[in-house]
């Protein structure tokens, strides 16, 4: 089936498989606006054939790709999936079971962009920067799972799992969204769950943050994974983090999940087992018990107020 439409908001590209996924955003128009595209059906991969990356220029229009109610589903990835630009929109639908091949040579799945009502889940089996690179989320279902966090090549990553948007200017960067992150072993020495972009804060509001890590498995690891330069306005983190077990001499490794943070009427649990975890308040992070998290009658009558996907 050929692509139809004339890639207008009237009259949007209409593609039903990857490859005129592929032609329609790349298509080089320059009229100053956006090009339309939207998915006639699901685009199922079933784990076979190669995605071909999918890479916008900011030299041409801005892509606005409506999914329509429809996913883009089961994709082994031997290279990103989507290169973008940070105007570009993929929007109500799904993007699920996208995982990396044994041949998977990229720093990221997904770069930039702006992604809204969209449910998505990912599992990264080998070693890679972050899952988003640069992104913004706004009414979105994310599941991330990874499974060995670590340094690549020698060095140490400053974002294992998601990357905020590279404009600070933006309030929003995550708004009304559900974020679980799952690692099955984290050996990065000094990493972070969320990071924020290259300069500015990284904005989380009327959002859930929460997941686990399984195994904490790093000798020389002198912080806890950590949120980093993170702002919580309205929001929750319920996060676990196993034991602390290495050997670094610096005390960072009791404290700084919540690096850099502010809070507004947020709470954040980090549920951390160590007697180590010794200052797990840090700018504004707010620790609590699990039958706080429960009742959170004590942050309640301090102000506080528990938010879970943008609602109270």
């Not at 606005?64 to 570009?88: H, P, R, S």
């Not at 969209?118 to 899952?131: E, G, K, L, M, Q």
Request: with cysteine; glycine share 6%; hydrophobic share 40%.
């Amino acid at each position: 089936m050929a692509i139809t439409g004339s890639g207008t908001a009237a009259s949007p590209y209409i593609v039903t498989t990857a490859d005129e996924l592929k032609d329609a955003m790349e298509t080089h128009h320059s009229t100053g606006d956006y090009l339309y595209v939207e998915l006639g059906n699901t685009i199922d991969l079933n784990f076979s054939g190669t995605f071909e990356k999918i890479q916008t220029s900011d030299s041409y229009d801005h892509i606005d790709l409506n999914l329509a109610g429809y996913a883009i589903q089961n994709v082994f990835l031997t290279d990103a999936m989507f290169e973008l630009q940070k105007a570009d929109v993929i929007h109500d639908g799904k993007i699920l079971n996208i995982l990396t091949a044994p041949a998977f040579d990229a720093e990221h799945f997904f770069s930039k962009g702006f992604f809204r009502k969209i449910s998505t889940s990912t599992f990264a089996d080998v070693p890679t920067n972050s899952i988003f690179n640069g992104s913004k989320f706004e009414a979105d279902a994310l599941s991330l799972r990874y499974k060995i966090a670590q340094p690549q090549e020698g060095d140490v990553f400053k974002s294992i799992i998601l990357r905020g948007a590279d404009s600070s200017d933006e309030y929003k960067q995550i708004n009304e969204s559900h974020i679980k992150i799952v690692v099955d072993e984290w050996k990065a020495a000094d990493s972070n769950l969320i990071a924020p972009p290259e300069s500015g804060l990284m904005n989380i509001t009327n959002s859930l943050i929460e997941g686990e890590i399984a195994l904490f498995n790093n000798a020389n690891a002198e912080y806890y994974p950590r949120l980093s330069t993170v702002q919580l306005i309205a929001s929750a983190v319920n996060y676990s983090v196993p034991t602390y077990s290495g050997s670094a001499a610096s005390v960072g490794a009791s404290r700084n999940f919540c690096k850099g943070h502010t809070s507004y009427k947020s709470i954040v649990n980090t549920e951390v087992i160590s007697s180590a975890y010794t200052s797990p308040i840090d700018s504004g992070c707010i620790a609590v018990t699990s039958n706080d998290w429960t009742n959170a009658t004590k942050l309640t009558g301090m102000g506080f107020e528990i938010y879970s996907a943008g609602t109270k």
